[in-house]
């Protein structure tokens, strides 16, 4: 696959189209079962209170990816990012009802890096229940 977004069509300021992801206690098992981390703090309530967390908590990792989705989605091409990183700054709180939680997330490209290798950097915002959940949520893309 390559890119369908093309370097020269983009400009430092364009926005990537907006996601919500919802996620719910189910998600949770599933990517549990998945990425093989079963720690408690993300299936078991009474543990999570336990060592001080509000509720059951998502994933960083899950959080880390579903906000990577922005930026895999408008360009059409997963392999177009070149470097991806975060920080992790609040947890994403999975209620144990109907509607859990929703992580909310934004991009914008924020500048043009290198016109030989087409990349530019994209900055991520990422927020469930009001909270910024990722900071410095960064990634380099290759554009066709």
Same mark, same amino acid.
């Given at each position: 696959?390559?890119?369908?977004?093309?370097?020269?069509?983009?400009?430092?300021?364009?926005?990537?189209?907006?996601?919500?992801?919802?996620?719910?206690?189910?998600?949770?098992?599933?990517?549990?079962?998945?990425?093989?981390?079963?720690?408690?703090?993300?299936?078991?309530?009474?543990?999570?209170?336990?060592?001080?967390?509000?509720?059951?908590?998502?994933?960083?990792?899950?959080?880390?990816?579903? $906000?990577?989705? #922005?930026?895999? %989605?408008? !360009?059409?091409?997963?392999?177009?990012?070149?470097?991806? &990183?975060?920080?992790?700054?609040?947890?994403?709180?999975?209620?144990?009802?109907?509607a859990g939680a929703l992580i909310e997330v934004t991009g914008k490209v924020t500048a043009k890096l290198d016109d030989? $290798?087409?990349? #530019?950097?994209? %900055?991520? !915002?990422?927020?469930?229940?009001?909270?910024?959940?990722? &900071?410095a949520a960064r990634a380099v893309v290759r554009l066709a």
């Open positions: 696959m390559t890119a369908r977004i093309a370097y020269a069509d983009v400009e430092a300021g364009a926005e990537l189209p907006a996601r919500t992801f919802p996620v719910n206690r189910a998600t949770l098992v599933r990517y549990a079962g998945a990425s093989g981390d079963f720690n408690p703090i993300h299936w078991n309530e009474r543990f999570a209170r336990e060592v001080g967390l509000p509720d059951v908590i998502a994933h960083g990792m899950f959080t880390m990816a579903e $906000a990577a989705r #922005v930026v895999t %989605d408008w !360009t059409g091409d997963p392999g177009a990012v070149v470097e991806y &990183g975060v920080r992790f700054t609040k947890p994403v709180v999975v209620p144990d009802d109907d030989d $290798a087409r990349t #530019v950097r994209v %900055d991520l !915002t990422a927020r469930s229940a009001g909270e910024k959940v990722l &900071g």
